[in-house]
């Protein structure tokens, strides 16, 4: 794979046809590092959060030798860097054929469920392996989080106990679990305390002994509009959460981060192909690494990548994809200069997690090209760049200002603030 300083470097040596998925390998060094050195957890990475073989291979540079999968393509894509990598199969529903393949041909040991019928399904693919590690997946109720991931999957707090004592009878020499996932994108710590409590209520009820506590994923990265609190006040929280609940000393505490351990690390190269007013149609979209910014909305920073003399006035543009599908549209604001034609190569940064990842080949388009680059990412939670993104405003904020401005009184109070900023 190619490497450059900078994405400037790289558009002065070649002007690319395709995207290019820009790689900042250190950003995802430093992130691992942070999980080992402050939270007294294992650190199981989540595969689906960005599968590409360079993040398995960084992570296990990092020390991360320990991988939460949800397929058997991820079985073996993590397999074929690390063949001794510890795997945990943390999808609640599996093919049979997926369990017995998992557990006898690349000896995974480890697996999640949240029901009855899916604990006798491992038992009985696995000929009812007695070294099995089962964990039971449960569902919290937790707000704070971008997206939840408590709708589809886990037993419920009330059904729980029940389960838990099935699973806990069904574990002979392995250990046994729970896990939960407060959501992704989680912006506020104290939401795993709390779901650690009502996992804690569900353990006591059923008067088990647990030897994992899962904690999930959930941690957060940056985003316009989106700065979420320091990371070491979710470890705090977590660390409370767990020193509340009703464990042994022996008790495993494990987590699953997807999205905090890669976002940083990647943004996406792409060219304007066509300027229309405020419209700008890109050679990536929605159905390549611009999922989240069709879907959710999300404004993601973008950064004009040119050698030539441009606009120092900022202008919101929206973004189409190269598909011909109307849904292939990214509302943004994006924030680049007045006068961006086409030609242009735009950095949109933040796509390290549930970006590059999602890409599909509809329509004839969706291929990257990969390249290393040594510059800092847009923003980082872990010290390589600030905090947040500055020079972007997002629709929610705009509309904030606007109420402010609306409704400050008239009176001395609101001519004091006014002073102030
Ligand atoms: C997606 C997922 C994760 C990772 O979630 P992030 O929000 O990216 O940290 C962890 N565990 C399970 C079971 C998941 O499905």
Redesign the pocket.
Known sequence: MHSYQSPLDLVRERSPERPVALVRRRSVSVAARWFQDNLNADVFY?V??NPSRWVIETLVESGVTAF?V?SLAEVELVRSVLPDARLAF?HPVKSRSAISKAYFDHGVRTFSLDCQDELDKILDATGQATDLNLVVRMAVSADGAAYT?SGKFGVSVDQAPTLLMAVRRAVKDGLMGVSF?VG??CMRPTAFQAAMAQVGRAISRAGVIVDIVDV????PSVYPGMVPPDMSEYADAIHRGFAEMPVSETTELWC?????LVAESSSVLARVELRKGDALYLNDGSYGSLFDATHSRWPFPTKLVSDREVSGDLKAFRFYGPTCDSIDHMPGPFWLPADVAEGDFIEIGMLG?YGVAMSTGFNGYGEHDLAFVEDAPMASLYGLAPRSIPTVRTTAEEQARKVVRLSRPKGKAGQRKKQRR
């Open positions: 989540a689906k959060a939460d949800a943390m991931l996932h992704s994108q999930g994923g959930g941690f699953e981060p997807g999205r905090a997690a």
